[in-house]
């Protein structure tokens, strides 16, 4: 193999591929990065067995090969050589790769990429489509609420339901639910309800661009697996094995309070009070009072060791008034990703869940459990 790049891209390369590295496995390939010539392009891949990265740069090929590079010692020195080209050339004898850059010239001792676990090559026909920048959205707006407790791994999964032209994306924890609905750009030939770790979406959103770029996403039949495929990325994960809970049950058909607010008047004061309640269990208490249409939301923290914070924010209220508790980081995260200057929070009575709409779309909603008021 020899190839020469430019530094930029292949740094950025890396660190598209480098997320799936796995530090810690009894595989020592793992730890390193594919390099392969493919097509006139330098194919870059990573994978710990569950997530799988692969970016295609642009090279020129004087001569074809493959081998794995140590990840992390490579990216390092890719991120300081001082040219604007990198040549790599492989010594398959002794598996090294030369790195010669400016005045820097330095050998990588590697792994025979034949030890390198392959990742699947999806078959586009028939793959569902996504416009990036929806499905980015979307993923944002519900993997937050994914659960880090391993001992639910359904919970540490966004489940991904696809009905022709509808797509519905649900995260749960046990305490809060996050629901995104949208649009196809065309309509699947099938039906798929598939769980996808909360990890690999997050990644995937991270490593798409922002253009008008298509998403294409493959599940391969019987492979518990899903593939995405972009112009020069692909992600491959691990489906997780289970069944999603009915969220459907879980969202409240009704409400006896239905308070309207800004958003962002809302979100700063939850970063206020989650000053105070982080050193408790995180409780914030909403005081909602009701005058006549009118009204305001008093959000309140209280801290032992640091004192307590209050603030109020004018609201309408349509209902009766309330005073309920929520997990106040809970709050500020789903607050975060509301795109509409208002936001309605619907209740019913303190010890019943709330759902929280942004006012004008209806393609989101967001169910949070109350705390113990105490």
Same mark, same amino acid.
């Given at each position: 193999?020899? &190839?020469?790049?430019?530094?930029? =891209?292949?740094?950025?390369?890396?660190?598209?591929?480098?997320?799936?590295?796995?530090?810690?496995?009894?595989?020592?390939?793992?730890?390193?990065?594919?390099?392969?010539?493919?097509?006139?392009?330098?194919?870059?891949?990573?994978?710990?067995?569950?997530?799988?990265?692969?970016?295609?740069?642009?090279?020129?090929?004087?001569?074809?090969? %493959?081998?794995?590079?140590?990840?992390?010692? *490579?990216?390092?020195?890719?991120?300081?050589?001082?040219?604007?080209?990198?040549?790599?050339?492989? =010594?398959?004898?002794?598996?090294?790769?030369?790195?010669?850059?400016?005045?820097?010239?330095?050998? /990588?001792?590697?792994?025979?990429?034949?030890?390198?676990?392959?990742?699947?090559?999806?078959?586009?026909?028939?793959?569902?489509?996504?416009?990036?920048?929806?499905?980015?959205?979307?993923? =944002?707006? &519900?993997?937050?609420?994914?659960?880090?407790?391993?001992?639910?791994?359904?919970?540490?999964?966004?489940?991904?339901?696809?009905?022709?032209?509808?797509?519905?994306?649900?995260?749960?924890?046990? *305490?809060? /639910? %996050? &629901?995104?609905?949208?649009?196809?750009?065309?309509?699947?030939?099938?039906?798929? =309800?598939?769980?996808?770790?909360?990890?690999?979406?997050?990644? +995937?959103?991270?490593?798409?661009?922002?253009?008008?770029?298509?998403?294409?996403?493959?599940?391969?039949?019987?492979?518990?697996?899903?593939? *995405?495929?972009?112009?020069?990325?692909?992600?491959?994960?691990? /489906?997780?094995?289970?069944?999603?809970?009915?969220?459907?049950?879980?969202?409240?058909? %009704?409400?006896?309070?239905?308070?309207?607010? %800004?958003?962002?008047?809302?979100?700063?004061?939850?970063?206020?009070?989650?000053?105070?309640?982080?050193?408790?269990?995180?409780?914030?208490?909403?005081?909602?009072?009701?005058?006549?249409?009118?009204?305001?939301?008093?959000?309140?923290?209280?801290?032992?060791?640091?004192?307590?914070?209050?603030?109020?924010?004018?609201?309408?209220?349509?209902?009766?008034?309330?005073?309920?508790?929520?997990?106040?980081?809970?709050?500020?995260?789903?607050?975060?990703?509301?795109?509409?200057?208002?936001?309605? /929070?619907?209740?019913?009575?303190?010890?019943?869940?709330?759902?929280?709409?942004?006012?004008?779309?209806?393609? *989101? +909603?967001? &169910?949070?459990?109350?705390?113990?008021?105490?």
């Amino acid at each position: 193999m020899k &190839v020469t790049v430019l530094q930029e =891209h292949l740094a950025r390369g890396l660190g598209i591929v480098s997320r799936a590295v796995s530090p810690r496995s009894t595989l020592p390939v793992l730890a390193n990065v594919l390099l392969a010539t493919d097509e006139g392009r330098l194919r870059l891949s990573a994978t710990n067995l569950e997530l799988g990265i692969t970016c295609w740069i642009p090279a020129r090929i004087e001569g074809e090969g %493959s081998t794995t590079v140590p990840a992390r010692t *490579f990216a390092d020195l890719v991120n300081t050589l001082p040219g604007d080209h990198a040549l790599l050339t492989l =010594h398959v004898a002794s598996q090294t790769l030369n790195v010669r850059s400016g005045a820097s010239n330095t050998d /990588l001792k590697c792994i025979d990429a034949q030890e390198f676990p392959p990742l699947p090559v999806p078959d586009l026909e028939g793959a569902i489509s996504f416009k990036i920048a929806d499905f980015k959205e979307m993923v =944002h707006q &519900v993997a937050f609420a994914a659960s880090n407790d391993e001992a639910r791994p359904v919970l540490m999964g966004v489940s991904i339901k696809v009905e022709k032209d509808k797509v519905t994306m649900a995260a749960a924890d046990g *305490f809060r /639910l %996050s &629901v995104r609905r949208g649009v196809l750009p065309a309509p699947a030939a099938q039906p798929i =309800h598939i769980i996808v770790p909360a990890r690999a979406l997050n990644e +995937l959103a991270r490593i798409a661009g922002d253009g008008d770029e298509i998403l294409q996403m493959v599940v391969p039949k019987g492979r518990g697996q899903v593939i *995405f495929h972009l112009k020069d990325i692909e992600l491959v994960s691990q /489906l997780i094995d289970g069944v999603f809970p009915d969220y459907e049950n879980i969202i409240p058909r %009704s409400y006896t309070s239905r308070t309207l607010v %800004s958003t962002a008047s809302l979100l700063k004061a939850c970063k206020q009070a989650e000053i105070f309640a982080r050193e408790g269990s995180n409780v914030a208490r909403l005081d909602i009072k009701s005058t006549n249409g009118s009204g305001e939301v008093e959000i309140s923290a209280v801290s032992e060791e640091t004192g307590r914070n209050e603030t109020i924010v004018e609201a309408t209220v349509d209902g009766s008034g309330l005073l309920i508790a929520f997990n106040v980081r809970f709050l500020r995260e789903v607050l975060e990703v509301i795109k509409t200057p208002n936001v309605a /929070l619907e209740t019913t009575a303190p010890n019943a869940p709330g759902v929280i709409r942004p006012v004008g779309d209806d393609s *989101f +909603l967001h &169910v949070i459990m109350p705390m113990h008021l105490g």
